[in-house]
């Protein structure tokens, strides 16, 4: 499996390539504390904090391994998340926003964030579409996750239901992460071979390193890791609109997967 592929500067990354994670203020909350995150739209671990608008999403929940419950709070209520755990063990908090659209002014710009988010064809698939390069529309939905390791923390990520998942096949906080933590990327049910995964690694000092990685042949790809940083995992889909966009008039949806977890010291 090919792991490391590059190293990115800050500065190279598209201004409108934004990714939207979970945030938790504790990732290791003790037994009787509250789980507390922000929801973040933005990039490199810097962003705006999105409030809780359930106009704004699908789906916001906690899940843990024999229960689960959707989060409330109050209207317009920061950070977006802040409700007792489900108990001892591993929770997965998971938020799907409400699909939304981007205009582009011209296919370059559309381009340049394709490429960057693995998609090196997209011009041959555009134009095998019978796109246009002036102005158009993209339509995109976010499929977030976040691991909240609770008292003891054991217990193990899975599949929720995501169209676009981001599985992570280690737990970060009870499992031996020397050798990284490995994923696997799904789309619907179907495992993603050949996709491109984009790490965001923070330091403890907030200095943020960005790598690139390809899953295998399997869909999984192994994200190398340090004890005492804090990761998201992020992957694009590009596919045509499903046709319950059709009113949109959108030549492209994007769907993302994203996954944010943290290593002990």
């Excluded at 489900?86 to 998971?94: A, E, K, Q, R, S």
């Excluded at 011209?106 to 579409?129: L, W, Y």
Aim: a positive charge; aromatic letters at 10%.
């Amino acid at each position: 499996m090919r792991r490391l592929i590059f190293l990115l500067f800050l500065t190279a990354t598209p201004a409108h390539a934004h990714e939207l994670w979970i945030d938790p203020k504790v990732y290791q909350p003790a037994l009787g504390q509250p789980i507390v995150a922000e929801i973040f739209n933005g990039e490199n671990f810097a962003g705006n904090h999105l409030v809780y608008l359930p106009r704004l999403f699908d789906r916001f929940e906690i899940i843990a391994e024999k229960s689960q419950a959707t989060v409330k709070s109050r209207l317009g209520n920061r950070p977006a998340l802040s409700q007792p755990s489900l108990g001892d063990g591993l929770h997965i908090v998971v938020y799907q926003s409400k699909p939304d659209t981007l205009k582009y002014a011209s296919f370059e710009k559309f381009r340049s964030f394709a490429v960057h988010k693995g998609v090196a064809d997209i011009e041959a698939k555009h134009t095998a579409r019978g796109l246009g390069r002036g102005k158009f529309t993209e339509v995109y939905t976010r499929f977030s996750k976040s691991l909240v390791g609770v008292g003891g923390a054991q217990g193990a990520d899975r599949r929720v239901g995501l169209t676009a998942e981001l599985v992570a096949l280690e737990n970060p906080y009870t499992d031996n992460t020397a050798d990284g933590v490995d994923v696997q990327l799904f789309y619907r049910d179907v495992i993603r071979a050949g996709a491109q995964i984009e790490l965001f690694e923070k330091a403890p000092d907030g200095t943020v390193l960005v790598t690139l990685h390809q899953t295998n042949t399997q869909g999984r790809a192994t994200l190398p890791v340090k004890p005492g940083c804090t990761y998201m995992a992020d992957a694009v889909i590009l596919r045509k609109p499903d046709t319950r966009h059709d009113k949109l008039g959108a030549a492209w949806e994007s769907l993302w997967a994203n996954l944010t977890f943290r290593v002990p010291e």
